[in-house]
């Protein structure tokens, strides 16, 4: 009996089993919500990251950095790549963008201004402007809050950001929002003694410019980060920020890293990766910024603006399949939990990066982001399941197929499988790898790669039979239900 209810498609009593007929919608996401990161310094070339020495070699953590020059935004792998994801925001921001002189002629300053530490020119900048608008990106980005940057009283001016949206405005571009600074609570690169007292000051001038110059633009904020343990090293805390700063935003804005990496000083530990309690610290930090986003900016949607498993540049295995699981299940978690936007960090630097930042050529999380945009919509459902342990299981709307529910099922259990009993058919696509910390990825079976003249290769389904479907010990899997005719869908 057991053999022909396993054969049969009739689902045994103890299998989780899903009606994707019947799941009720439980909110919607941004057309936009799987976003990226392009960091600043990427597009003015300086020192960023350092690569991580070969295996077997260790980092010295006061040597982190290494010159990079700028990223050629030109680049056509690049750009289909980048299109392939689209609609999404492009933000570009990041730690060296706080003290970055904005040039205010065509022929930029070789070096930078008194108060400034790097220079964007306008051809760096046009090159911003034309991505985005050939690959169908929004952009995103936050202003320099420098010494450079203010008058002689320490008070922010607004002639750089001025300076900025004249000139994107020229090209024919917009900036969709703007975060006054990048992550105040460490205010890297503001001037010394920097408190909340000094952001509330500012904010209010930078409120009053932006909806005098730009009422189009939406303001994000405050993009803080380290709130989840003690205060920053700055001793600026976000609750300080918003108190000081009083309401204002149009959207709530926060940044999230599960960690930092050994370039500054975190420990790489990629025994934890497919843990429940390392997927679940995203909920944690979320928590924290939903409930100040509750007291001191009800009702703002909120945007995670930057994220990645680790801050610094990635730990050494968020290059590999190991990581996706991290990246999957944190955009399932957010999207059911009413997250907006999330915008990952980087689209091709470093090792947390989409991309390789020397070849463009995709790694496992590209392919992950990639299936998620084809075959998760807007529209979140609620599935009901009950826990089981190790298999978490998400569900959306198709972003295409009128009716058609896709469920995203995530079994991070090393050495055992699990079932999902579904009572119509499906369409298949299981992601897997032969080695967890492997910079390779299969579908289906078949390796993920570029085809001959940077094709993106064809995303076939495996079509499955309604009835129990096995999930194979460490894999991801997405299926599509065409005829579930679910009435929050059509």
Same mark, same amino acid.
């Given at each position: 009996?057991?053999?022909?209810?396993?054969?049969?498609?009739?689902?045994?009593?103890?299998?989780?089993?899903?009606?994707?007929?019947? /799941?009720?919608?439980?909110?919607?996401?941004?057309?936009?919500?799987?976003?990226?990161?392009?960091?600043?310094?990427?597009?003015?070339?300086?020192?960023?990251?350092?690569?991580?020495?070969?295996?077997?070699?260790?980092?010295?953590?006061?040597?982190?950095?290494?010159?990079?020059?700028?990223?050629?935004?030109?680049?056509?792998?690049?750009?289909?790549?980048?299109?392939?994801?689209?609609?999404?925001?492009?933000?570009?921001?990041?730690?060296?963008?706080?003290?970055?002189?904005?040039?205010?002629?065509?022929?930029?300053?070789?070096?930078?201004?008194?108060?400034?530490?790097?220079? /964007?020119? =306008?051809?760096?900048?046009?090159?911003?402007?034309?991505?985005?608008?050939?690959?169908?990106?929004? %952009?995103?980005?936050?202003?320099?809050?420098?010494?450079?940057?203010?008058?002689?009283?320490?008070?922010?001016?607004?002639?750089?950001?001025?300076?900025? /949206?004249?000139?994107?405005?020229?090209?024919?571009? $917009?900036?969709?929002?703007?975060?006054?600074?990048?992550?105040?609570?460490?205010?890297?690169?503001?001037?010394?003694?920097?408190?909340?007292?000094?952001?509330?000051?500012?904010?209010?001038?930078?409120?009053?410019?932006?909806?005098?110059?730009?009422?189009?633009?939406?303001?994000?904020?405050?993009?803080?980060?380290?709130?989840?343990?003690?205060?920053?090293?700055?001793? %600026?805390?976000?609750?300080?920020?918003?108190?000081?700063?009083?309401?204002?935003?149009? $959207?709530?804005?926060?940044?999230?890293?599960?960690?930092?990496?050994?370039?500054?000083?975190?420990?790489?530990?990629?025994?934890?990766?497919?843990?429940?309690?390392?997927?679940?610290?995203?909920?944690?930090?979320?928590? %924290?910024?939903?409930?100040?986003?509750?007291?001191?900016?009800?009702?703002?949607?909120?945007?995670?603006?930057?994220?990645?498993?680790?801050?610094? +540049?990635?730990?050494?295995?968020?290059?590999?399949?190991?990581?996706?699981?991290?990246?999957?299940?944190?955009? +399932?978690?957010?999207?059911?939990?009413?997250?907006?936007?999330?915008? =990952?960090?980087?689209?091709?630097?470093?090792?947390?990066?989409?991309?390789?930042?020397?070849?463009?050529?995709?790694?496992?999380?590209?392919?992950?982001?990639?299936?998620?945009?084809?075959?998760?919509?807007?529209?979140?459902?609620?599935?009901?399941?009950?826990?089981?342990?190790?298999?978490?299981?998400?569900?959306?709307? =198709?972003?295409?197929?009128?009716?058609?529910?896709?469920?995203?099922?995530?079994?991070?259990?090393?050495?055992?499988?699990?079932?999902?009993?579904?009572?119509?058919?499906?369409?298949?696509?299981?992601?897997?790898?032969?080695?967890?910390?492997?910079?390779?990825?299969?579908?289906?079976?078949?390796?993920?790669?570029?085809?001959?003249?940077?094709?993106?290769?064809?995303?076939?389904?495996?079509?499955?039979?309604?009835?129990?479907?096995?999930?194979?010990?460490?894999?991801?899997?997405?299926?599509?239900?065409? +005829?579930?005719?679910?009435?929050?869908?059509?």
């Amino acid at each position: 009996m057991l053999l022909i209810a396993a054969t049969s498609g009739v689902a045994l009593a103890d299998e989780t089993s899903v009606a994707a007929a019947t /799941l009720k919608a439980i909110g919607k996401i941004d057309p936009r919500f799987q976003s990226y990161n392009i960091e600043m310094v990427e597009v003015t070339g300086g020192r960023f990251w350092k690569p991580y020495p070969r295996a077997g070699r260790s980092f010295d953590q006061r040597d982190r950095y290494s010159f990079r020059p700028p990223i050629d935004l030109s680049n056509a792998r690049l750009r289909k790549l980048a299109a392939a994801l689209s609609p999404a925001y492009v933000r570009v921001s990041g730690t060296w963008a706080n003290a970055t002189f904005f040039a205010d002629t065509e022929s930029a300053p070789s070096e930078p201004p008194a108060g400034f530490d790097s220079v /964007l020119t =306008h051809a760096q900048w046009r090159g911003i402007v034309d991505f985005a608008r050939a690959v169908d990106a929004e %952009i995103v980005t936050s202003l320099a809050v420098s010494p450079g940057s203010r008058n002689g009283n320490g008070t922010w001016r607004p002639d750089q950001a001025q300076r900025l /949206l004249d000139f994107t405005r020229s090209l024919g571009g $917009r900036l969709s929002a703007i975060e006054f600074m990048n992550e105040p609570t460490l205010a890297a690169g503001a001037p010394p003694g920097y408190d909340a007292t000094a952001y509330g000051r500012d904010i209010k001038i930078f409120r009053e410019w932006i909806r005098h110059s730009a009422p189009e633009t939406l303001i994000a904020g405050p993009g803080s980060v380290g709130d989840t343990a003690s205060p920053s090293g700055s001793g %600026i805390t976000t609750r300080d920020l918003l108190a000081a700063s009083g309401p204002g935003v149009d $959207r709530f804005s926060y940044h999230h890293y599960n960690t930092i990496s050994p370039r500054c000083g975190g420990r790489d530990d990629p025994a934890q990766a497919v843990s429940e309690q390392w997927l679940a610290r995203t909920d944690t930090t979320l928590a %924290i910024y939903r409930d100040l986003r509750d007291r001191f900016e009800p009702g703002k949607p909120i945007w995670l603006t930057e994220t990645a498993d680790a801050a610094c +540049g990635g730990n050494r295995w968020d290059k590999t399949f190991l990581d996706t699981f991290r990246y999957l299940d944190q955009l +399932g978690r957010l999207a059911k939990a009413g997250v907006q936007v999330v915008m =990952h960090n980087t689209l091709a630097a470093s090792d947390y990066g989409l991309l390789d930042e020397t070849t463009f050529r995709p790694r496992p999380n590209y392919w992950a982001a990639l299936l998620w945009h084809r075959l998760m919509g807007s529209t979140v459902l609620e599935t009901g399941l009950a826990v089981v342990p190790g298999l978490h299981v998400y569900a959306h709307c =198709h972003p295409k197929l009128n009716g058609a529910v896709t469920l995203l099922a995530i079994n991070i259990s090393r050495d055992a499988s699990r079932s999902l009993a579904l009572p119509l058919p499906s369409e298949r696509y299981t992601l897997s790898s032969a080695r967890l910390q492997s910079a390779g990825v299969q579908l289906n079976g078949n390796p993920l790669a570029l085809a001959a003249g940077d094709r993106i290769p064809d995303i076939a389904s495996l079509p499955t039979a309604a009835g129990t479907i096995r999930l194979a010990p460490a894999t991801i899997t997405f299926l599509v239900i065409p +005829g579930a005719a679910n009435p929050a869908c059509l």
